[in-house]
């Protein structure tokens, strides 16, 4: 039997929102000790496409809803960050783009018009022509409007890498979790047969967070699933677009975002209303088929006979909603010692963390005087979302 361990926050789940409460908590002080049972970054993180966007899609349906002024600070929270000035020092992420795009195929209609002259939108929206269009689109064929966004697209795998770095000895990789109940209550967790105490438990782990309530004998807080059926395309042709490409709805028609593979090429990963409900019925040839007629329609210039072609099915995981809407926040439920979530949104894990820390205030909960944590197993950094598929 290992020795038993004691920390002053016992974090479950190695995505980006359970790697930014590690680094955050521990630049406040605390002792902290996050458990994965996969590879850091695996789940959802690694197959986000790494916009951290500040809801302006949202706004489409013209209204700016709670989801889109909950996440408007998001950019210059990242931002910081990244600058090496914020909460976390994110300095050597690879960012992708520094800015993401709404792209119009054609003609705007009227509703679209008055979106993007409304006061709210404006501040964050300026429309881009000729060189300053992303390269994929400087096409004499092209015809739409583009608008440039006030956000970013960060390369996920260079984000989880850093925020691993910035947790220190404080990583454990994990067969097997049950509950460590003592007089009756949660004090901790056993994991692989070694006891670790702690002042609080955080589940972070996605839809991880299912299994492990159940585990734990909960049945709250409830989650839910929105799948997505994602499209992914290599091509020698291919050159970055980070964009959401408008339709008549109020969800982007197609959102791309631009990755660099190893040998040079683009990978496109393709998302929007391609991946929502039609596209999760589709089967993959289905799905492919349909991602292949969209571009033709919207980049016919791109010559894609070369090209290779994959999908990935993605679980969204977050707390059970009526009828399966989006929540509009980062997620906290408490329940004694335990504290479980969703962030929802990669772009709003600086919010969950907010959360969790004004738990840990209200509570009273101080940093301890604590042992050093012995070497531990630490769990694997994740690949690229493409790897082993195109």
């Given at each position: 039997m290992s020795e038993s361990l004691s920390t002053d926050v016992l974090i479950v789940g190695g995505g980006v929102a359970g790697l930014w409460?590690?680094?955050?908590?521990r630049r406040l002080g605390y002792s902290t000790l996050l458990v994965d049972k996969g590879v850091l970054g695996g789940g959802q993180s690694v197959k986000s496409q790494g916009i951290i966007h500040g809801g302006t899609k949202y706004a489409l349906s013209g209204a700016l809803t709670g989801a889109s002024e909950a996440i408007a600070d998001?950019?210059?929270?990242?931002?910081?960050?990244?600058?090496?000035?914020?909460?976390?020092?994110?300095?050597?992420?690879?960012?992708l783009s520094d800015a993401h795009y709404l792209w119009s195929p054609g003609t705007l209609t009227g509703n679209l018009t008055s979106f993007f002259a409304s006061k709210a939108v404006r501040s964050r929206v300026g429309?881009?022509?000729g060189g300053e269009l992303p390269p994929a689109l400087q096409n004499p064929r092209f015809k739409g409007k583009v608008y440039r966004l006030s956000e970013l697209v960060?390369?996920?795998?260079?984000?989880?890498q850093r925020l691993a770095e910035l947790s220190g000895p404080g990583l454990l990789k994990a067969e097997r979790i049950e509950p460590l109940r003592e007089n009756g209550e949660l004090t901790g967790l056993i994991?692989?047969?070694?006891?670790?105490r702690a002042q609080r438990i955080v589940l972070t782990a996605g839809a991880g967070n299912a299994e492990l309530l159940s585990a734990l004998g909960l049945a709250q807080p409830a989650m839910q699933k929105r799948p997505l059926h994602m499209v992914i395309v290599k091509a020698p042709t291919l050159k970055p677009l980070?964009?959401?490409?408008?339709?008549?709805?109020s969800k982007p028609r197609i959102t791309v975002t631009s990755h660099p593979a190893a040998d040079g090429e683009w990978v496109w990963y393709l998302g929007g209303d391609l991946a929502e409900a039609g596209g999760v019925a589709r089967d993959e040839a289905s799905q492919i088929a349909a991602a292949k007629k969209e571009l033709a329609e919207l980049v016919p210039w791109i010559d894609l006979s070369a090209a290779k072609w994959a999908t990935l099915r993605i679980d969204r995981a977050e707390p059970a909603q009526s009828a399966l809407a989006r929540p509009d926040n980062a997620f906290l439920a408490e329940q004694g010692r335990l504290l479980v979530g969703w962030p929802?949104?990669?772009?709003l894990?600086?919010?969950?963390?907010?959360?969790v820390e004004a738990a840990l205030i209200r509570d009273g909960i101080q940093p301890q005087p604590l042992t050093p944590l012995p070497e531990l197993p630490r769990p694997a950094i994740t690949g690229p979302f493409w790897k082993g598929l195109v």
């Open positions: 409460l590690n680094a955050r908590l998001m950019p210059r929270r990242w931002r910081e960050a990244l600058a090496g000035s914020g909460e976390l020092d994110l300095s050597g992420v690879r960012l429309q881009v022509k960060l390369d996920v795998p260079s984000l989880i994991v692989d047969g070694r006891s670790i980070y964009a959401h490409c408008l339709g008549g709805g929802t949104k990669l772009a894990s600086p919010d969950f963390a907010d959360r």
